[in-house]
């Protein structure tokens, strides 16, 4: 089973949040393909590892938090797919929270990782 790399997936999850966030700050959606949260490298390493952590209420919340960051941009852009970009204008603040509460997770797992 692999382990998490957690600065690498912080880092990788920052670098999306900040492209995700400039294409539509911009209004210019073609400049990022927007599903390619979709293919999230860190539900993969979620995937492998939870044999690692499964017991872990920490590693729990992740998945959980993780899963909503994903179902709100998955929102983003079905509305912006379909002509409504102002409306998912307005998921982008709970975004950015679901955001910041996935890396501080990460940052809490990592803190209490099994040696």
């Not at 990788?12 to 599903?35: C, I, K, T, V």
């Not at 017991?55 to 993780?66: R, T």
């Not at 709970?94 to 997770?105: C, I, K, M």
Request: glycine share 6%; hydrophobic share 40%.
């Amino acid at each position: 089973m692999e382990r998490i790399d957690i600065d690498g997936a912080i880092r990788l999850h920052n670098q999306w949040r900040r492209q995700f966030l400039n294409a539509f700050a911009g209004g210019d959606y073609a400049e990022m393909p927007l599903s390619e949260h979709r293919s999230c490298t860190l539900a993969r390493a979620l995937s492998d590892a939870r044999g690692d952590y499964a017991e872990s209420a920490d590693y729990k919340q992740l998945v959980a938090i993780h899963d909503r960051f994903h179902a709100l941009a998955n929102d983003i852009v079905d509305l912006s797919n379909n002509g409504l970009g102002d409306s998912a204008d307005l998921l982008l603040p709970e975004l950015n929270e679901a955001s910041h509460q996935l890396v501080g997770q990460l940052d809490k797992l990592r803190e209490r990782r099994p040696t």
